[in-house]
């Protein structure tokens, strides 16, 4: 069946501006991940949801971020007034239920802001 | 909060050398994962461990999880160039049921 989807794949803006990155993830799967990773670094953990709720938001790094997910499926990671070190691959996740389960990664968004 | 720490940051061997990752948590976990990333890809699963000094083999990658359930390691005998790539560990704790704390990664490098 589909993978994790994200959209888009590769978005370039000016710093200052609203970007949102989309992930579509696994049909069926209650939770859903979003991750950061910056250039050779490992992965930081921004968000968590279950069904549409986020019981866990302290990875995000400043109230410039923010995501919601609707009828439990898309989820969007909204980044308002980017700077330049927001400038990095944006991976989601999913998993069947949100506790001992593995997470399936979809292929990130790589965003670069100038 | 959790930390998950991971060594060595880079590992360089030769094809047919042995390799072994370790993976170190500042709590006790409730499980552990690992993760492959090929260069330019996205972490994909390989294995999880759930119980106090479980042992688990694929082929030529043997994982283990301590007896304590705060550290684990990665060995691969007899690398090959398709075993290059970055591999994470990453924790489930007590308190942070959902959230995985990833270590920094492994990257392999094999030279033919």
């Known amino acids: 069946g589909a993978g994790v989807s994200q959209s888009p794949s590769n978005k370039v803006t000016e710093k200052g501006k609203d970007v949102e990155l989309r992930c579509d993830p696994i049909?069926?799967?209650?939770?859903l991940y979003w991750y950061r990773q910056s250039l050779g670094q490992g992965l930081e953990f921004l968000i968590y949801f279950q069904g549409n709720s986020a019981p866990d938001k302290s990875g995000l790094p400043s109230d410039r971020f923010s995501a919601e997910r609707t009828g439990g499926s898309v989820s969007t990671l909204t980044i308002q007034r980017t700077q330049q070190e927001d400038s990095a691959v944006y991976l989601c996740?999913?998993?069947?239920?949100?506790?001992?389960?593995?997470?399936?990664f979809g292929p990130g968004t790589r965003l670069l802001v100038l | 909060g959790q930390q998950v720490m991971q060594i060595p940051q880079y590992q360089h061997v030769q094809e047919g050398e042995d390799f072994t990752t370790y993976c170190n948590s500042s709590t006790t976990l409730s499980n552990i994962q690992w993760y492959k990333q090929r260069p330019g890809g996205h972490p994909v699963f390989l294995i999880q461990l759930v119980k106090s000094g479980e042992v688990k083999k694929q082929k030529r990658l043997t994982f283990q999880f301590g007896e304590a359930k705060k550290n684990s390691s990665l060995h691969i005998t007899a690398t090959q160039t398709t075993d290059v790539g970055t591999y994470f560990c990453?924790?489930?704790?007590?308190?942070?049921?959902?959230?995985?704390?990833f270590g920094q990664g492994t990257i392999l490098t094999v030279h033919p």
């Open positions: 990453a924790g489930r704790g007590g308190t942070s049921y959902g959230k995985l704390t």
């Open positions: 996740a999913s998993s069947l239920q949100w506790d001992q389960e593995t997470q399936y």
């Open positions: 049909s069926g799967h209650t939770a």
